[in-house]
């Protein structure tokens, strides 16, 4: 059972443009949600992160957009550079004794074109 | 302040040999968890260790494959007598306190069983 549903597999966009990748999630007690960013060879970084008693946080060009009725989060990218190109993974944890487990979705990978 | 420590990079195992991944968490982290990120796949848990004690080991295959994390010295994940459906990246993070949203993650062994 895939409890959290990333979507595009992959993603073209040109520079300067937005990048938006969209992510559904089944389980209920899920109460954080974290994007990560993972460039090849290296490992996963926490790139933004939301609980669903907001509906969105910016930090810099990098938006996450939170729908709690539609169990729904997307991320945006703003402005996107050749530098944002890398797989970019959403995942999400439940509150209480095991939320210290990520569950993530399958990863969509961005290329941003000069 | 060094991040999190895996060490081999790449592992190149024979099927039914040995495979021994070593994760040191970040200075003042007690806290280890490993994920296993199959091709084209997103991280899945593995397991979760404090110091000396194994907490939660719901994602480890029943066979084969053991993780420890001793009061000296870094995290051990084990896997014996490989197959070729082990190849796969193994990311470990770490964190000061039992959560995620502290957690860093190190740069992954990528274990290829030929």
């Known amino acids: 059972q895939q409890q959290v549903k990333q979507s595009p597999q992959s993603l073209i966009v040109q520079k300067g443009g937005i990048s938006i990748i969209n992510c559904a999630y089944e389980?209920?007690?899920?109460?954080?949600f974290p994007w990560y960013q993972q460039f090849p060879g290296k490992g996963p970084a926490l790139l933004i992160a939301?609980?669903?008693?907001?509906s969105e946080k910016k930090e810099g060009r990098f938006t996450i957009s939170f729908n709690k009725s539609a169990k729904q989060f997307s991320l945006h990218i703003m402005d996107s550079q050749p530098g944002d190109s890398a797989t970019y993974f959403c995942a999400a944890s439940a509150r209480g004794g095991s939320n210290y487990k990520l569950t993530f979705g399958k990863g969509t990978l961005l290329t941003v074109n000069p | 302040n060094a991040g999190v420590m895996q060490n081999p990079r790449h592992l190149v195992r024979r099927r039914g040999q040995e495979a021994r991944l070593r994760c040191s968490p970040m200075?003042?982290?007690?806290?280890v968890y490993w994920y296993r990120q199959l091709p084209e796949e997103g991280l899945k848990f593995m397991v979760y260790l404090q110091k000396e004690n194994i907490i939660d080991e719901s994602g480890m295959p029943k066979e084969r494959f053991s993780a420890e994390f001793p009061k000296e010295g870094p995290s051990i994940l084990r896997i014996q007598q490989v197959v070729r459906g082990d190849s796969a990246a193994y990311f470990c993070a770490s964190s000061p306190v039992r959560t995620n949203t502290e957690a860093f993650f190190g740069q992954g062994t990528r274990l290829t069983v030929v």
């Open positions: 939301i609980r669903p008693d907001v």
């Open positions: 200075k003042g982290h007690s806290h």
């Open positions: 389980n209920t007690a899920f109460d954080y």
